[in-house]
Structures are given as C-alpha cells and as structure tokens.
C-alpha cells in the first residue's frame, strides 16, 4: 500500500497509468475518497478514512496505489505510518513546477474560478505591492503558483517525507521500481518500448494572450514559513535534490 501524494503538475496521470499496468493493481488519482473516487472537492472523505479504505482493499488482495490526493503532506505521513501504508512526496524539477503550475492557475482564473483569483488580488496587495516590478495579472498568477507549489513541498520537506523526483519516475525503471514496490516478474509496458504520457497541464499558454511573469524576480523575493523557519526557493530546490 503506497499513498503517493503531490501538489499536481508532476506527470501523476502517467505513473497513475503505469502503475494501473501491474496486475491486481487498484490505483487511485487525483481523489479524496478512496471507495468511490471522483475528483478532489467531490464526496472528499478525511486521510484517516482513505487510508482506512485502502486497507480494505488491500485486505482484499489488492495492491493498493493512491496518486495526487491533496492531502496535508504531514497529516499525509503520520497517518500512513501508523497504518502500515508507505507514504511518499512526488515532486518535479521545481521551476518547470512552477511553469505547469501558473498554466493551471491562469485557465482556471480565466474560467471563473474565484477561490484562485482572491488568492491573486491577496498577493497583488500584500506582496506585488512591494516589489520593483508590474503589478499586472502574470505576476499575480506567477506568485499564486509559486507559493502554491512551494508551501506542499516545504511542508512536506519539513515533515521529513520521503521524495520522488517525477522525472526518475518516468525514465528509470529501476528507480520506479524501487519507488512502487513493483514484482521483478512485472513487466512495465512503459519502460519496453509502450510509453505512456498522460498531459493533464500544459505549460504553455499560446492563444490566450497572456504576458510573461517576471519569473526570476518571483523567485528570488518569495519565501515560505514553516514551524519558524523559513525557506527560500533556491533553499527548496536543493532540498529536493535539484541544483
């Protein structure tokens, strides 16, 4: 049993693809309700239930993968380890993170999502506000996803879980292999000559008009605060194994 979890953006529709490869496998992705499915938001159960319902099926004869459910990273962990299921961070070369991410961000704004677009007129204010550079809707959607993947990652570097570099995972059988407790008899369609890609995020944005984000600026000011430390981007990336 392997819950899996991440922010999104890191090719999770793919690995919840190859993993669906192993025979008797029952993999779950991006859900918070683990006997039903459905998308995030939708009949959302609380961590200790999913993982109680992933014992079940595993009790079954299943073997149980949970992919991209959205859970607080260290509520994530300790439930998972006080039930026997491994508990494991996905994470993607964070500036290409960041990009996928700030493509969500801005479509979802665009289609009228308000919850996103509070958070953006929020950092406009408290943090655009203060910085030498355009106070304009790239940036604001920039620093929106920015904080976004950074506040999952560093909670989940704080919490001490273990981390998955996405792209391993799709290039290095071995290194999947270890990650997912996959058999040695299994064979991977993926990685003989069957790949699979599953895009779910496009990182680019061709046709909707949108500017570029003052990028490198973003990522030098924004820091994030955990249990009084705080780490900045550069910080991060080196803590998850990117230089």
Same mark, same amino acid.
């Given at each position: 049993m392997i819950l899996a979890d991440s922010i999104g953006f890191a090719a999770t529709h793919t690995i919840s693809e190859i993993l669906s490869g192993i025979p008797n496998a029952e993999v779950r992705?991006?859900?918070?309700? %683990?006997? &039903?499915?459905?998308? #995030?938001?939708e009949e959302d159960t609380p961590v200790d239930q999913f993982v109680a319902e992933m014992k079940q099926s595993a009790a079954s004869g299943k073997r149980v $993968?949970? #992919?991209?459910?959205? $859970? !607080?990273?260290?509520?994530?962990r300790e439930v998972c380890l006080a039930n026997g299921v491994k508990h494991r961070i996905i994470v993607r070369e964070p500036v290409r993170h960041v990009r996928s991410c700030f493509a969500w961000w801005v479509k979802k704004t665009l289609g009228g999502d308000q919850v996103g677009y509070r958070k953006m007129v929020t950092l406009d204010e408290h943090l655009l506000s203060k910085l030498p550079i355009p106070r304009n809707f790239p940036n604001a959607a920039y620093a929106a996803a920015l904080s976004h993947v950074m506040q999952f990652n560093i909670e989940a570097l704080e919490a001490g879980c273990e981390i998955l570099q996405m792209e391993r995972l799709v290039s290095e059988e071995d290194y999947f292999r270890e990650s997912f407790d996959v058999p040695d008899d299994v064979t991977?369609?993926? %990685? !003989?000559?069957?790949? #699979?890609?599953?895009?779910?995020? &496009?990182?680019k944005l061709e046709g909707l008009g949108v500017g570029e984000a003052n990028e490198d600026a973003l990522r030098q000011v924004v820091r994030w605060t955990v249990a009084g430390k705080t780490t900045s981007f550069a910080e991060m990336s080196a803590r998850l194994g990117y230089s």
């Open positions: 992705h991006g859900t918070r309700n %683990f006997a &039903k499915g459905g998308a #995030v938001g $993968y949970a #992919v991209h459910c959205l $859970y !607080s990273a260290p509520q994530g991977l369609s993926h %990685f !003989s000559g069957a790949e #699979v890609h599953r895009a779910s995020h &496009k990182d």
